[in-house]
Structures are given as C-alpha cells and as structure tokens.
C-alpha cells in the first residue's frame, strides 16, 4: 500500500509536463537515439537526487537556512531561462524557408545527460515536493527500508514514463511531423523553458 501511494502520486507529478518533459522530447526528435537515452539517464538521476535529499529532511535545512533555498531558485531560474532565451536564439538564427532542413550540430550524449541533470536540479522546489510526498505516504515510525523504496519507486515510475515518451517520440511519424512544424515547436518548447524560468525566479522571496 505504501509504495503504490508513493507510485501514484509520483506518476501523477512525473506525466505532468514540465521542463524535464519538454527537455527529453527535444533530444528524442531532435537527437541520436544514444542522445535521448542519455538525457533520459540525467533526468532520472536527477529524481534521484531529489528523493533522497527529501528523504533525508532536506526540506529542514532549506527552512534553518533560506538563503541556501533562495540561492538555488535563482540559479534554477536563472539556468531555465538561458535554457529557453538559447532555444529561442538559436531558431532565430537558424531560420530556414518552408520546406528547407535546418541543420543543426547533433547534441552528443554526455552533453544530453548534463543537460538533464541539470535541468531536473533546477528547481528546488522538488525538494519540498518529495518531502510531502513522504510525509503524505511513509508511517512516523518507518524504516530506513521504507526511505530507500520509496526512492527506488519514484525512480521506477520516472523511468517507465520516460520509456514510454521516447518510444513514441522514436517513431518515425511523429519524427516527420517534427522535423515539418520544427521552427515553431523550438520556438514554443523556448517560451516554455523561460516561462519556468520566470515563474522561479518570481517566487524567489
């Protein structure tokens, strides 16, 4: 019961879209198949990250120290936002006529991990998140065992979700569709990104 609490409510976080969503869809249309496994890979280390600093009461030092939980939302806006504001600059620059490729330097794997990483870490807001979500679902008196698969769990169902993306993302329709409506998907995945962006660094108080 326990662990299919935590799955369901780390599903229903892990499918809403969000800066890692737009992140792995990118890299699956745009780069090499070892590409987006690779950013897959750095966004599933990431939720990894965040569920043991939750387990572990991250969430009381950001409350004994805000200026630490202050920091990291400004770099994770500030990291977000040149995320999008480069997305957005680099279809400017790349612009092509209808119909024509653009061409672009193929994002290579250990490049796609750091960027998933990083871009999960970027809020700290997960921290918090993950707390609940503990304290929601893990009894007072539980054990080190009960931490440990929460995490695992949380890791499972992000992992399971990310698969199930890139294998419809792979597909070689959806692929055309992409490479038809590229200019335009960049430009709104751009506007995402710097929206994220804002909106941390607009709660940063």
Not at 59 to 65: P, T
Not at 141 to 152: E, I, K
Not at 186 to 196: E, R
Request: aromatic share 12%; net charge positive; with cysteine.
């Amino acid at each position: 019961m326990l662990l299919l609490s935590v799955a369901a409510i780390w599903a229903v976080a892990a499918i809403t879209p969000g800066p890692n969503f737009f992140l792995v869809v990118r890299t699956a249309l745009e780069g090499s198949a070892r590409a987006a496994v690779a950013v897959i890979a750095g966004v599933i280390l990431g939720t990894f990250c965040w569920g043991l600093a939750g387990w572990l009461g991250i969430s009381a030092l950001f409350a004994a120290a805000p200026f630490a939980y202050l920091f990291l939302k400004i770099a994770g806006g500030a990291y977000l936002l040149w995320l999008g504001a480069k997305l957005l600059w680099r279809t400017y620059r790349h612009g092509a006529l209808p119909g024509e490729p653009v061409l672009r330097p193929a994002i290579s794997p250990k490049q796609a991990f750091w960027s998933g990483l990083a871009t999960n870490l970027a809020n700290p807001k997960s921290a918090f998140f993950v707390a609940s979500l503990f304290a929601a679902t893990l009894p007072a008196d539980h054990s080190w065992m009960h931490g440990a698969l929460a995490v695992a769990t949380m890791v499972l169902v992000s992992s399971l979700w990310y698969t199930l993306v890139l294998t419809i993302l792979r597909n070689p329709a959806v692929a055309g569709a992409y490479a038809r409506g590229r200019r335009v998907i960049d430009a709104m995945a751009g506007v995402i990104f710097m929206g994220f962006g804002m909106k941390l660094l607009t709660s940063a108080r």
